[in-house]
């Protein structure tokens, strides 16, 4: 009896991990823990199944199936991973999706693809042909010293492209280590110099001091990027989430004074811009955030303001407020099954700059993903690595022509 509960308990909680991959929970209270379970089980759907198998299959041995709770709990099983197997049909598909937004582009594919044993081991080894030099101080800013992460090969070149990566967090946690990476290591053995930056964090400060930080880094980057093997000619800055806000900020406000006081001379501009499941508008007015985003978030903490009493300060960090024809290239990867990030809102941003920029814009769609899928080597993040690669790779050679 006790076993066959153990597997009734199996699979009610592998179907119920099933319906929540696809259909994410966006109540406010379970928001987060919905996210980080729709993530889990959607990034790593094959090795949860076959994990799932062994133990259903030792549960059986040990006699699970010789009580009636037992079978059902096998028939839940079945249910739950007829679902996975939708789940990983329709992330199979990304390789489609990114070949037909470089399609569109006019894009081929170039360089490294991401080994088949990283997306199986899932996690981000940086590999011995890379190497990481650690908290190279970039900022100096009331009392902080604000440091960076370099990623590169190891190897004598002077003429590595530049990509800067931000890390999310809500604007209020995260650290320049744990965000970005699988990204990062790929692009360095490709022949690209990586570099991740930390900023502060609220509620210490507020927006747009956050963007400050950023830009101090672009513009740290392009005067010392050659000391570490870099062509500071070509900088290319991404983020997730609250980062690809600060990107896609970046992007749209080159060497503009108002957010480098101190370094008002420095080099600021972006020459692609990859914002990852962005937030486009800190104002929320398509409905499509949690309704507490706004009071509990924005308002209070991140901007410290009320949108009825100075909506201009949620304009200024709203990126599809900034859009204008001189933005830089932008490639923006999403999931339609973001819960943090809607997908509706970056469709929206695309839309913008398509319709005012006169640069490139490559939206990448990726069926089925949650936020942070690319926080380890999945399949879904693997392609949009290799599709980001192939854009920068076309981007630069464009620039050197």
Same mark, same amino acid.
């Given at each position: 009896?006790?076993?066959?509960? *153990?597997?009734?308990?199996?699979?009610?909680?592998?179907?119920?991990?099933?319906?929540?991959?696809?259909?994410?929970?966006?109540?406010?209270?379970?928001?987060?823990?919905?996210?980080?379970?729709?993530?889990?089980?959607?990034?790593?759907?094959?090795?949860?199944?076959?994990?799932?198998?062994?133990?259903?299959?030792? *549960?059986?041995?040990?006699?699970?199936?010789?009580?009636?709770?037992?079978?059902?709990?096998?028939?839940?099983?079945?249910?739950?991973?007829?679902?996975?197997?939708?789940?990983?049909?329709?992330?199979?598909?990304?390789?489609?999706?990114?070949?037909?937004?470089?399609?569109?582009?006019?894009?081929?594919?170039?360089?490294?693809?991401?080994?088949?044993?990283? @997306?199986?081991?899932?996690?981000?080894?940086?590999?011995? %042909?890379?190497?990481?030099?650690?908290? @190279?101080?970039?900022?100096?800013?009331?009392?902080?010293?604000?440091? *960076?992460?370099?990623?590169?090969?190891?190897?004598?070149?002077?003429?590595?492209?530049?990509?800067?990566?931000?890390?999310?967090?809500?604007?209020?946690?995260?650290?320049?280590?744990?965000?970005?990476?699988?990204? *990062?290591?790929?692009?360095?053995?490709?022949?690209?110099?990586?570099?991740?930056?930390?900023?502060?964090?609220?509620?210490?400060?507020?927006?747009?001091?956050?963007?400050?930080?950023?830009?101090?880094?672009?513009?740290?980057?392009?005067?010392?990027?050659?000391?570490?093997?870099?062509?500071?000619?070509?900088?290319?800055?991404?983020?997730?989430?609250?980062?690809?806000?600060?990107? #896609?900020?970046?992007?749209?406000?080159?060497?503009?004074?108002?957010?480098?006081?101190?370094?008002?001379?420095?080099?600021?501009?972006?020459?692609?811009?990859?914002?990852?499941?962005?937030?486009?508008?800190?104002?929320?007015?398509?409905? #499509?955030?949690?309704?507490?985003?706004?009071?509990?978030?924005?308002?209070?903490?991140?901007?410290?303001?009320?949108?009825?009493?100075?909506?201009?300060?949620?304009?200024?960090?709203?990126?599809?407020?900034?859009?204008?024809?001189?933005?830089?290239?932008?490639?923006?990867?999403?999931?339609?099954?973001? %819960?943090?990030?809607?997908?509706?809102?970056?469709? #929206?941003?695309?839309?913008?700059?398509?319709?005012?920029?006169?640069?490139?814009? @490559?939206?990448?769609?990726?069926?089925?993903?949650?936020?942070?899928?690319?926080?380890?080597?999945?399949?879904?993040?693997?392609?949009?690595?290799?599709?980001?690669?192939?854009?920068?790779?076309?981007?630069? #050679?464009?620039?050197?022509?």
């Amino acid at each position: 009896m006790f076993i066959a509960i *153990l597997l009734l308990l199996l699979g009610a909680w592998s179907l119920a991990a099933t319906l929540n991959a696809i259909r994410p929970i966006r109540q406010t209270a379970l928001l987060l823990p919905s996210m980080f379970w729709s993530w889990f089980v959607i990034g790593f759907a094959g090795q949860q199944v076959v994990f799932q198998m062994i133990i259903a299959g030792l *549960l059986v041995w040990w006699g699970a199936l010789e009580h009636p709770i037992g079978w059902i709990g096998a028939g839940l099983l079945v249910i739950s991973w007829l679902g996975t197997a939708v789940i990983l049909s329709r992330t199979r598909t990304s390789g489609k999706i990114v070949d037909a937004a470089l399609a569109k582009a006019g894009i081929e594919r170039s360089g490294p693809k991401v080994p088949f044993w990283r @997306v199986l081991l899932s996690f981000p080894f940086r590999g011995r %042909s890379v190497e990481k030099i650690s908290n @190279v101080p970039f900022r100096r800013v009331a009392g902080h010293v604000i440091k *960076l992460d370099i990623y590169r090969d190891k190897t004598d070149r002077t003429d590595r492209p530049v990509i800067m990566y931000i890390h999310g967090g809500g604007w209020v946690i995260g650290d320049k280590r744990e965000q970005g990476i699988p990204l *990062l290591h790929h692009m360095a053995r490709a022949g690209w110099l990586g570099i991740t930056v930390n900023y502060r964090l609220c509620p210490g400060v507020s927006l747009p001091d956050q963007l400050a930080d950023v830009k101090a880094g672009l513009a740290w980057i392009r005067e010392h990027a050659q000391e570490y093997g870099g062509d500071p000619s070509f900088v290319a800055v991404s983020g997730g989430s609250a980062g690809g806000n600060l990107a #896609a900020l970046a992007g749209l406000t080159e060497n503009d004074p108002t957010y480098q006081q101190g370094f008002e001379d420095g080099d600021t501009s972006v020459d692609v811009a990859i914002p990852i499941y962005g937030i486009y508008d800190v104002m929320n007015r398509l409905g #499509a955030q949690s309704t507490q985003f706004v009071p509990r978030l924005m308002e209070p903490i991140v901007i410290k303001a009320f949108i009825d009493d100075e909506p201009e300060k949620f304009h200024e960090m709203s990126p599809i407020d900034r859009i204008h024809p001189d933005a830089p290239p932008f490639v923006i990867p999403q999931g339609d099954r973001d %819960s943090l990030a809607p997908v509706v809102e970056a469709r #929206a941003f695309r839309d913008r700059l398509e319709e005012v920029s006169k640069n490139r814009v @490559v939206y990448m769609e990726f069926p089925g993903a949650q936020h942070i899928f690319d926080l380890g080597y999945t399949y879904q993040s693997a392609q949009m690595i290799e599709g980001v690669l192939s854009v920068l790779n076309d981007e630069y #050679a464009r620039l050197r022509r």
